[in-house]
């Protein structure tokens, strides 16, 4: 049976790589985005030009009112979401001494408090079914810590303790949440950082390499399988031995 998923900040980067993988294995796609309109557009025709079902929404997923209105628009449209991808996130680095009140908030907003909303509104229609999966695309930065880049460290590291908390709760009702740490992985999220500062990511990472969309995409497949039904409350890393 065809299952939906809905995916934030799916128009571009390790969201946009999950929505293709998605559509190609036959789930309906609800692809979220915020900012990047025309990449969505551009991504949903070509799927629907492949045959695949795939729907658009804008929303900030900061917005609770713009979260829920995503979701029953993707029960109308494309059905009852079997499964939630946490993907979206911004990234900031800055001394720590130096961030504004306004930095800390926008980013903790962003990629921790996002996260709750998406997750409650979704959850809300998968308690009474009794099923779902709700995968968060959280960092090895939360897990161990980036320098210059603290409150986004904080935020992911909210991300990890949600993901393990919530799979506690809601394990009776049948709903696995886990959540997966990638790595450097090759997006526009790294456009900011030097070709030398990239040189010495790479040299950290035990494959010598950065990851790409696609491998992080690929983890989010299998933990959205049923063969991984028995696996909730875990933080898979997709980092290349950065972090073991
Ligand atoms: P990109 O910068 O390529 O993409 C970020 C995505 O997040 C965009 O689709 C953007 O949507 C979306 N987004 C940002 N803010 C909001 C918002 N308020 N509401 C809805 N969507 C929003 O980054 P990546 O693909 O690399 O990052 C995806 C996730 O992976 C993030 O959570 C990131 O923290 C995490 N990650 C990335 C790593 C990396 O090395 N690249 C490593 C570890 C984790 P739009 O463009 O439409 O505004």
Redesign the pocket.
């Known amino acids: 049976m065809k299952k939906t998923v809905i995916i ?9 790589a999950c929505t293709e993988l998605f559509a190609a294995h036959g789930y309906r796609v609800l692809i ?6 025309a ?2 557009a551009e991504l949903a025709n070509s799927l629907q030009e492949r045959g695949y079902r795939v729907a658009l929404f804008q ?4 917005s609770r009112p713009q979260v829920d209105q995503m979701v029953e628009y993707c029960q109308a449209e494309l059905g009852p979401v079997d499964l939630l991808i ?6 900031q680095s800055r001394l720590f001494i130096d961030l504004s009140v306004e930095d800390w908030e926008t980013m903790i ?3 921790l408090t ?1 996260v709750f909303h998406c997750t409650q509104s979704v959850l809300r229609t998968m308690l009474p079914r009794q099923q779902g999966k709700i995968i968060n ?5 939360g897990q161990v810590g980036a320098s210059c880049e603290v409150h ?1 460290s904080a935020a ?1 590291a909210g991300v990890i303790g949600l993901t393990k908390a919530l799979a506690k709760e809601i394990g009776p009702a049948n709903i696995q949440v886990n959540c997966i ?10 456009v900011p950082f030097t070709i030398d500062e990239k040189a010495a990511l790479k040299e950290q990472t035990p494959l010598e390499r ?2 790409t ?1 696609e491998e ?1 995409a690929a983890c989010a497949l299998f933990l959205a399988s049923e063969a991984a039904n028995f696996i909730t409350g875990q933080v898979i890393g997709v980092n290349g031995g950065f972090v073991v």
């Open positions: 934030t900040g799916a128009a571009r980067g390790i969201g946009r979220n985005y915020h900012r990047s309109g990449a969505a929303a900030d997923v900061c946490n993907n979206a996130g911004i990234a907003q962003t990629n996002g695309i959280a960092s090895m930065w986004y992911k740490a990638p790595g450097i992985i090759d997006t526009d999220m790294m950065f990851g969309a992080v």
